[in-house]
């Protein structure tokens, strides 16, 4: 009968670590990202954490420097075109990268002005691939 008991906690206590851990390991996969309407509207609250931002790259906004590798673009929201946000990144591009294109960019908002200090740039690609003419 003890042995019974024994084996019943010891697979209680497994049942709670595996939910434990199966929690954070979600909590930290799923990472919200704001738009770049809620980005300005919160920006305030959202300096210096570590967020996500959503929007079209800006036409005609992307400024590489090939010595530095470094590229300024403007994020736009898909939405509301009036509403953008000056990306900084330093770094290699993703290959789907270009103006027009959907992307999130991972970073720190920056306290002094309205700009966004990138370290990933995610590219979605289209759902649709069309044959070059």
Avoid: H, W
């Avoid at 024994?6 to 996969?29: D, T």
């Amino acid at each position: 009968m003890f042995k019974q008991k024994k084996f019943l906690i010891g697979g209680i206590i497994l049942l709670l670590a595996i939910a434990v851990l199966s929690y954070m390991a979600f909590k930290g996969a799923a990472t919200y990202y704001y738009t770049v309407s809620e980005a300005i509207a919160q920006q305030t609250d959202l300096v210096d954490q570590n967020i996500r931002i959503a929007g079209k790259v800006g036409s005609g906004s992307v400024v590489k420097d090939s010595s530095t590798n470094a590229v300024k673009f403007v994020l736009v929201d898909s939405l509301d075109p009036t509403k953008n946000i000056l990306i900084l990144y330093k770094g290699a591009l993703p290959d789907a990268f270009k103006e027009g294109n959907d992307a999130v960019v991972e970073g720190r908002l920056s306290a002094n002005d309205l700009s966004f200090n990138a370290q990933q740039i995610i590219v979605k690609c289209p759902s649709k691939y069309v044959p070059q003419e």
